[in-house]
Every structure is written in C-alpha cells, then in structure tokens.
C-alpha cells in the first residue's frame, strides 16, 4: 500500500497540511431579514384593463404579480381575454375574466388555483 506524504494528501483534501498555519477564518456576513414586498394592489382597490386577445394565462399571472399571490394553472386553462374594464376591483376584474371564459378560481392560503369550471 503506497502512503502520501501528509503535504499532499492535504492538498488533495484542501485542509492545511499538520503544522501549517492556516489564514484566520473571515465571518460569515448574513443578509438582513428579507421584508415582505409590498403589494401593488391591494385589496378593494381600483383597477382598469384594456386588453384585446391577451393570453388568459398572461393576464392571471399579471394578476398574480401585482397581488403577489402564488398561482397555480390547470392545463386546461386556454385562451384569449379581450375585456375593457375602468375602475372596478382587481378581484371583481378577476373574477369576470374568469367567469367569462368558464374558469373558476379557488384561493387556499396564498395560492390562487385556476380551473375550469365542471
């Protein structure tokens, strides 16, 4: 059985070899808390769209982004929105974009689950 010298199965492992001194350890610097982002929109405000043949799931995740809401997207959700709102509700907005196109949504927590509607 060979047998490495100390220096150089150090060096293999990346520990200082035995005696070596090694540099002094730096701290380790943490990132402050992360504050919750607020959000864009808040509940009841007032929004207004004009959207023609916009994705539907384009706009959900618009939506999403400005709630800052986790979204979840059945595969059978398909289609284009064309709607022109002026000063309604984000959630009345949602909620005809949805009913419109027979797509419901279900909120559990802070994930937004889109389906169709059976």
Same mark, same amino acid.
């Given at each position: 059985? *060979?047998?490495? /010298?100390?220096?150089?199965?150090? +060096? #293999?492992?990346?520990?200082? #070899?035995?005696?070596?001194? @090694?540099? /002094? ?7 402050? *808390?992360?504050?919750? *982002?607020?959000? &864009?929109? +808040? +509940?009841?405000?007032? =929004? ?7 994705? =539907? ?6 939506? #999403?982004?400005?709630? !800052?809401?986790?979204?979840? =997207? ?5 289609? @284009? ?15 005809? =974009?949805?009913? @419109?196109? +027979? ?7 802070? &994930? ?5 509607? !059976?």
């Amino acid at each position: 059985m *060979t047998r490495l /010298p100390a220096a150089l199965l150090s +060096a #293999a492992l990346l520990l200082p #070899a035995p005696g070596a001194v @090694s540099a /002094p350890r730096r701290p380790v610097r943490r990132s402050p *808390t992360p504050r919750p *982002t607020p959000r &864009i929109v +808040a +509940a009841g405000d007032r =929004i207004s769209l004009d959207l023609k043949d916009a994705d =539907i799931r384009d706009v959900l995740r618009t939506f #999403a982004k400005l709630q !800052h809401f986790n979204l979840v =997207i059945d595969p059978e959700v398909k289609g @284009s929105v064309t709607v022109r709102l002026v000063d309604v509700r984000w959630e009345q907005a949602l909620d005809v =974009i949805l009913r @419109s196109n +027979a797509f419901a949504y279900e909120m559990e927590g802070t &994930i937004v689950r889109v389906e169709t509607l !059976h």
